[in-house]
């Protein structure tokens, strides 16, 4: 034992010693140990320590190489930064953060008047509170779940999910995070205490599975939970606007990746619930870029918007939508459709349908082989004449018309017959559950009954597990769309999907109707 100390005291002398001659403060003497050695050895000793001495100190470390620089952390408190938190969660949505692998849950909880901790305690008081913070926030969280600093007294932290991490599991620990925080800290005999607000944002709920949305999203949850007062907790739901933060050069970037294609759509498969056969696929833009990876519509839509470049964007989007078919046509694969979003700005343009019908001729396709998705509230606010003439010139031309997040706004009957609507996509919210709730069952049984009745076929969206798929199926929905079919996935890997579905076609989900029709779930 004696011997082990004495080595380990010998070694901690010679790193001393290493780091007093060889540490950053011997540049101070540079210029006395060149001035030394012209004095005693002339100019050849002061040539070679000149050509030596800059080697010496990269060798030794004592001048850092920009390669070795030390990834960006927050400098009160030693965290990773806002990359590190994306880059996990993304991770976390594409591969799964645990052995289930389900996605991850984002938290960011931040401190009340966390802007006037320096005014109050200086800058000295305000570090040693925020460190308290972090580490009452890490005792509290796994081992394995990172914590980073979003900003001064803002916190984010990615949880793993498991089975049983539900809504009411992410409010019990968005509880005990914030009474972590509100536990007294002892600064310079003063006791200081501390209230916070807290958003998260199930993967569920965000409509674009990457990282960057996700955190978006549970930073507007923490908007929400602020208005609310301090200690306030808000979860991110889908009629919350996404917290969006436009860099001044993005417009800029768009209009070149729009022309370099780095925007182009990623498609997700629709199928029948009757027969679980392919009817069509949506196409979603993506952007791709070549340094920051993959980067959510969510975070470049508004500067799209904000840049006029709705009508370009939609030009790509339908090129390559085209493309696809004429692909998998000569593949000999089979897919009826494929739905292209069309924003209002698009709808109000007078050129819209002359556009679409010279686009058809030039791919040689039939109309019906294009299905035009247009918003619920587009078609509920509308009394614009152009976009009027554009939907039922494109409906009279053969293309199908979807009306998408049908349930969320206010379309009528009369505008649904003016629209000249052909199917529904019937919303997430209301899909969500609908295996075992039964007031989602009724509610989606009596828009399928409606549209039954005015001749809609029906799609429901953004279906996440096969009791959902089930239910809908049993209830008379037509087809179906969502995570537990596919997700968005590149035109490249369609192909392989498509062989794959057709080798392997589930059998479809049913469970037995009850005696009188549609109805909800089976007692």
């Known amino acids: 034992m004696m011997n082990t100390t004495t080595a380990a005291d010998r070694n901690a002398l010679r790193a001393k010693l290493r780091l007093i001659l060889l540490g950053p403060q011997m540049l101070a003497f540079l210029p006395a140990i060149m001035l030394c050695a012209f004095w005693f050895g002339g100019e050849g000793l002061l040539v070679v320590l000149a050509v030596l001495m800059p080697g010496i100190l990269v060798l030794t470390g004592s001048v850092p190489m920009p390669w070795h620089a030390r990834p960006h952390r927050d400098m009160l408190t030693g965290l990773p930064g806002r990359n590190a938190l994306i880059s996990r969660l993304a991770s976390g ?109 199930m993967p569920s709920r965000v409509a674009d599975q ?55 759509p990623w498609f997700q498969p629709q199928v029948s619930t009757d027969t679980g056969a392919l009817t069509g696929f949506e196409a979603l833009a993506r952007w791709e870029h070549p340094e920051k990876g993959q980067i959510a519509p969510a975070a470049f839509m508004p500067a799209i918007a904000a840049g006029g470049l709705f009508d370009r964007l939609g030009e790509v989007i339908l090129y390559h939508a085209l493309t696809a078919l004429k692909a998998w046509d000569k593949a000999g694969l089979t897919v009826p459709n494929v739905a292209v979003n069309f924003s209002p700005d698009e709808l109000r343009n007078p050129r819209l349908y002359d556009k679409v019908r010279w686009e058809l001729d030039r791919f040689g396709l039939a109309p019906e082989r294009l299905v035009i998705e247009v918003l619920e509230n587009v078609v509920a606010q509308s009394d614009d004449d152009t976009t009027t003439r554009n939907i039922a010139a494109l409906s009279r031309l053969g293309c199908g018309i979807d009306l998408d997040d049908f349930g969320t706004g206010h379309a009528s009957i009369a505008n649904i ?50 009791g959902e798929h089930a239910m809908l199926s049993q209830l008379g929905c037509g087809h179906v769309q969502g995570y537990s079919i596919a997700r968005p996935m590149p035109f490249e890997e369609t192909s392989a999907w498509i062989e794959a579905h057709l080798a392997n076609r589930p059998v479809v989900p049913v469970i037995a109707p009850r005696a009188g029709g549609q109805g909800s779930a089976a007692s």
Do not use: W, Y
């Open 417 to 466: 017959r003016r629209f000249d609507v052909s199917r529904i996509k019937i919303d997430r919210s209301f899909i969500s559950q609908v295996d075992t709730d039964r007031d989602q069952q009724n509610m989606v049984s009596a828009i399928l009954t409606m549209a039954d009745r005015l001749g809609l076929a029906t799609l429901g969206e953004g279906v996440e597990t096969h």
């Open 210 to 264: 990457v990282g960057e949305s996700l955190l978006d999203a549970a930073e507007s949850a923490l908007e929400e939970a602020q208005k609310a007062g301090p200690g306030s907790i808000r979860a991110f739901s889908r009629g919350m606007r996404p917290r969006i933060a436009v860099p001044d050069n993005m417009t800029r970037d768009l209009v070149r990746a729009l022309e370099d294609g780095e925007i182009r």
């Open 93 to 201: 949505l594409t591969e799964g953060m645990n052995e289930s692998g389900d996605p991850p849950v984002c938290l960011v909880l931040e401190i009340d008047s966390a802007g006037d901790l320096a005014a109050q305690f200086g800058e000295t008081g305000s570090a040693t509170i925020l460190r308290s913070c972090v580490e009452r926030i890490r005792a509290t969280l796994r081992e394995g779940d990172p914590l980073v600093a979003l900003a001064p007294g803002r916190f984010g932290v990615a949880i793993a999910r498991t089975p049983r991490t539900d809504l009411e599991t992410v409010i019990q620990l968005s509880g005990r995070l914030q009474d972590a925080v509100s536990q007294p800290i002892s600064l310079d005999g003063t006791r200081v205490l501390l209230s916070s607000c807290l958003g998260f944002a």
